[in-house]
């Protein structure tokens, strides 16, 4: 199960965006009206992704979502607005880095398509991350073998001495 905090200071969006996205999928959905209650819920729990709106009095939303980054920055990151500013959309990409930009209004399934495409993506980079760490212990072990092999070799070179016959097997000595 995903859990998405949605930030709107208008209530009545709030209701649509949560009847849009709670009949399609088993979602936890937290709605906030107020950035900053917002920030002090994702202190205490963890979300997979912020979707916020551009507008909002006491804290925009590339502010928002900058500081949902900092605190979780694995989430994915949407903007919601009715105002299609270049500048404001540029400024949300590059400081926030937001995954999409939602245009109000917006159509429940291209709504829910996009949270959709955006929860896959951060299920792809989580795995790509495991997968990177797994990749370096391996690396890890790996480094740590051959330095003992090494070091064995260096100690008791007569073990690594080998003689090979000319179809490639191992000539033991019968003494």
């Given at each position: 199960?995903?859990?998405?905090?949605?930030v709107?200071?208008?209530?009545?969006?709030?209701?649509?965006?949560?009847?849009a996205?709670?009949?399609?999928?088993?979602?936890?959905?937290?709605t906030?009206?107020?950035?900053?209650?917002?920030?002090?819920?994702?202190?205490?729990?963890?979300?997979?992704?912020?979707?916020?709106?551009?507008?909002?009095?006491?804290?925009?939303?590339?502010?928002f979502?900058c500081?949902?980054?900092?605190?979780?920055?694995?989430?994915?990151?949407?903007?919601?607005s009715?105002?299609?500013d270049?500048?404001?959309?540029?400024?949300?990409?590059n400081?926030a880095?937001?995954?999409?930009?939602?245009?109000?209004?917006w159509?429940?399934?291209?709504?829910?398509?996009?949270?959709?495409?955006a929860?896959?993506?951060?299920?792809?980079?989580?795995?790509?991350?495991?997968?990177?760490?797994?990749?370096?212990?391996?690396?890890?072990?790996?480094?740590?073998?051959?330095?003992?092999?090494?070091q064995?070799?260096?100690?008791?070179?007569?073990?690594?001495?080998?003689?090979?016959?000319?179809?490639?097997?191992?000539?033991?000595?019968?003494?």
């Open positions: 199960m995903y859990r998405i905090m949605i709107d200071d208008e209530k009545n969006i709030l209701h649509a965006l949560r009847r996205l709670d009949r399609q999928f088993d979602w936890e959905i937290e906030c009206h107020i950035p900053c209650d917002a920030l002090k819920r994702a202190r205490a729990t963890t979300f997979d992704l912020f979707l916020s709106d551009y507008r909002m009095p006491d804290m925009d939303g590339v502010q979502l500081e949902a980054k900092a605190l979780q920055p694995e989430a994915m990151r949407l903007i919601l009715g105002h299609t270049l500048k404001a959309l540029t400024s949300a990409i400081q880095e937001i995954y999409r930009f939602i245009s109000k209004p159509e429940d399934y291209d709504l829910t398509t996009t949270l959709i495409q929860l896959i993506h951060r299920d792809t980079l989580t795995e790509n991350r495991h997968l990177a760490d797994q990749v370096r212990a391996q690396q890890q072990e790996l480094d740590k073998r051959k330095l003992a092999l090494e064995l070799k260096n100690a008791h070179p007569t073990l690594f001495q080998v003689d090979w016959d000319a179809d490639g097997s191992v000539l033991l000595d019968e003494e």
